[in-house]
Each structure stands twice: as C-alpha cells, then as structure tokens.
C-alpha cells in the first residue's frame, strides 16, 4: 500500500527557511503527479507546488519565486524548499500523489505537518 510521511515542519523567524520531506513507500515518485498542499488558518487547502511525470512544474502565486518542489529518485522523496517564510505560511502541509500516471488526480495523502512562522 501506498505511504506518504512528511517531515521538517517546525517553528521558524518570518524571513527563515525549511525544508519539507516527504518520503514515499509502495510508490514511485518520479511515477506520476504529486504535489505538496496547506491549510492555513481561515482558508481551505490549497495546492501549495506540485511536479507531474513529465517534471512540469507549477505553483501557487502566493509561493512562487519562494518555494521550489523537487524530486529525488535516490531517495524517493518529494521535497518542498521554502525560503522567505511569512505569517501566512503558517499552516498544516500534505504531501499528496496521484495513482494515475498522466492524470494530477490525488488520492494518496500524507498525515501532514506543521510549519509555524511568528516573531
């Protein structure tokens, strides 16, 4: 069966950075979409980055320029770098993927994590 777990949430300055891993079992990574979600507070889940299996990339315009989405077949991790960290990116992130190869449908989801930003 499919697992996703994430780690690297934590606690960090505004203007600080983290990295979020999430590691795959029973899946490939580089195998079909994934993608990397939040929910903030007051707002519903959003799609934060996401990489399908061509390696197209997008993300959302609130992250765009700050976050970068990676994969690494070695390890068969998707991981998420998120610098210039605000307020705003306070919330819980999943990382999500797809069982359909050329479709961004998402049906395995990981427990999420927490990621605080706060002076």
């Known amino acids: 069966q499919v697992q996703l777990v994430e780690s690297g949430g934590d606690s960090v300055q505004p203007g600080g950075s983290l990295t979020l891993v999430c590691t795959a079992s029973?899946?490939?990574?580089?195998?079909?979409?994934m993608a990397w979600f939040r929910r903030t507070p007051g707002k519903e889940r959003e799609a934060v980055a996401g990489?399908?299996?061509?390696?197209?990339?997008t993300y959302a315009q609130s992250v765009r320029g700050r976050f970068t989405i990676s994969r690494d077949n070695s390890t068969n991790t998707l991981n998420l770098q998120m610098n210039n960290l605000q307020p705003e990116d306070t919330g819980t992130y999943y990382c999500?993927?797809?069982?359909?190869?050329?479709?961004?449908?998402?049906?395995?989801w990981g427990q999420g994590i927490q990621v605080t930003v706060s002076s």
């Open positions: 999500a993927a797809s069982p359909y190869v050329t479709e961004c449908r998402f049906q395995h």
């Open positions: 029973g899946y490939t990574v580089n195998r079909s979409c």
């Open positions: 990489i399908d299996h061509n390696g197209k990339i």
